[in-house]
């Protein structure tokens, strides 16, 4: 059935949907920008307010409004009002909003209440359970603005220093004040509080009051001279020691400078003005004796290098030279004096005995030294000759400082021939320690001898059976036990 041409007009007039226009703007686009509008409006007049809260405002009496003297002086004012008239409601401290103390501005509450409700009103927004608004406390315990003000005593000062928290010592400027400061740091046995507080009176007092007021104080006295060796403040630390008359050790601590002198020659010329220095006269004999064995390590150093580059030695063509001989030990100078130089004349620089000489190497120490050095060349005449001994009579025997089973393992390191060993092993006293010995080294004549000695048949009998077949060993054994002269114990 067809429409009519005017109810067709009212079909698309009447209807929801609208045509297409230019003209035309969208109905939800219009409501936001009416509502971006609105909001910017409302941020103008909050920043026009913001201006306004930025004046500074003072009470009648001149204070600023918001300082903790005002706060105090305004709660004990509202509390005698209270008194007198009880009717009057008493606010909460939770509603009171103070943007100077609270951080919170009108602008933040709009900025919060835009971004949290859509479509909400401002007045919403404040009522949200969300949305709380806390003032700070107007009275405070005395414990904590304290924190502000720095009224702390000494005492209370080095408690909070032992609980880690943060103090300021400069308010205490007097003599007396940093004193008991000290006082009460040491009275706590706190060392890292006592070398804090030392530190302050370090920097804040002068030397002379500083020393002087510790020399009565041992224990931090000695935290401070442990604090100025530790920092390496050795000129400060030198006049402490001079101020308390403690000379020795004033010495000592300037000796100990010649270890960061790298050059040998100035580090000698140290040495050298150091002899002049109050030492005990234990500490300058050993002052002399390193002054003079770096003078000796300089001369016998040139010599040997001037004589390893030429070439015409020959034992520093076999065993060349693996480091230098300067500020070595004395042991170790003696052992390369043995090792380089045994058979130069006493009257040289770089002669053994001349260093066992001068320095006073005791005899043990001596021999140690030299049978190491001339066993590690393979010298077995040399070995010999140390412990060949003449008595009065012109016989001679072997002698040593050494137990002889020492003599033993020295050898046996260096690798010495089993003629050598039995020599040695043959001179231990100790029947059981000798056999023992002779058994570890292989040295077979010396367990035959041994039992031999002790006239026990069967245990030479027994050991011919460890001994090789046909070896002058096993024949020896059986020339003992066919010897009809020898009395056998069983």
Not at 69 to 90: C, K
Request: glycine residues 4%.
């Amino acid at each position: 059935m067809m429409k009519s041409k005017t109810d067709e007009e009212d079909y698309w007039n009447s209807s929801k949907f609208k045509a297409f226009t230019f003209d035309d703007e969208d109905d939800e686009f219009s409501r936001l920008k009416e509502s971006k509008q609105a909001v910017n409006s409302i941020r103008r007049l909050v920043e026009e307010d913001d201006d306004e809260d930025d004046v500074e405002k003072v009470s009648w009496s001149g204070e600023p409004v918001g300082s903790i003297s005002w706060s105090v002086r305004e709660t004990a004012a509202s509390n005698q009002r209270t008194d007198r008239d009880p009717a009057f409601p008493r606010i909460p401290a939770d509603t009171l909003v103070s943007k100077s103390q609270s951080g919170y501005s009108l602008s933040s509450l709009f900025k919060g209440a835009t971004g949290r409700t859509k479509g909400g009103s401002f007045t919403d927004s404040l009522s949200e359970s969300s949305v709380r608004l806390y003032a700070p406390e107007l009275r405070k315990p005395k414990s904590e603005y304290k924190d502000y003000v720095s009224d702390w005593s000494p005492e209370e000062t080095v408690q909070r220093m032992q609980q880690g928290k943060v103090v300021s010592l400069e308010k205490f400027r007097s003599l007396q004040d940093k004193l008991l400061l000290l006082d009460f740091a040491v009275s706590a046995h706190d060392g890292n509080v006592i070398t804090a507080v030392l530190i302050y009176l370090k920097r804040t007092l002068s030397k002379e009051v500083l020393f002087r007021e510790l020399e009565s104080r041992q224990t931090a006295l000695r935290h401070f001279i442990h604090y100025l060796t530790e920092s390496r403040e050795q000129k400060l630390l030198l006049e402490l020691l001079r101020v308390l008359g403690r000379t020795e050790d004033m010495a000592l601590l300037q000796y100990k400078e010649h270890l960061s002198i790298a050059d040998e020659n100035k580090r000698r010329d140290f040495l050298k003005s150091c002899l002049s220095l109050p030492f005990s006269a234990e500490d300058a004999a050993h002052v002399q004796d390193h002054y003079t064995l770096l003078e000796r390590q300089i001369i016998i150093e040139a010599t040997d290098r001037q004589a390893e580059r030429g070439g015409k030695v020959e034992i520093f063509q076999k065993f060349p030279r693996r480091a230098s001989i300067l500020n070595m030990p004395l042991i170790t100078t003696l052992y390369y004096c043995c090792f380089y130089h045994y058979t130069e004349s006493e009257g040289t620089y770089s002669s053994p005995l001349n260093i066992r000489q001068t320095f006073r190497i005791s005899e043990k120490q001596y021999f140690v030294t030299a049978l190491a050095a001339r066993a590690k060349l393979k010298e077995w005449s040399d070995v010999d000759a140390l412990f060949t001994s003449r008595n009065w009579l012109g016989f001679t025997r072997k002698k040593s400082p050494l137990s002889f089973q020492r003599v033993v393992d020295i050898l046996q390191k260096n690798s010495a021939p089993t003629q050598v060993l039995q020599e040695y092993v043959g001179l231990v006293d100790d029947a059981d320690l000798r056999i023992s010995l002779a058994q570890k080294h292989k040295c077979h004549d010396i367990i035959i001898n041994t039992y031999r000695d002790m006239k026990d048949r069967q245990l030479l009998a027994g050991y011919r059976g460890k001994v090789e077949r046909g070896s002058p060993e096993e024949r020896k054994i059986d020339q003992l036990l066919n010897n009809t002269q020898i009395r056998w114990k069983n």
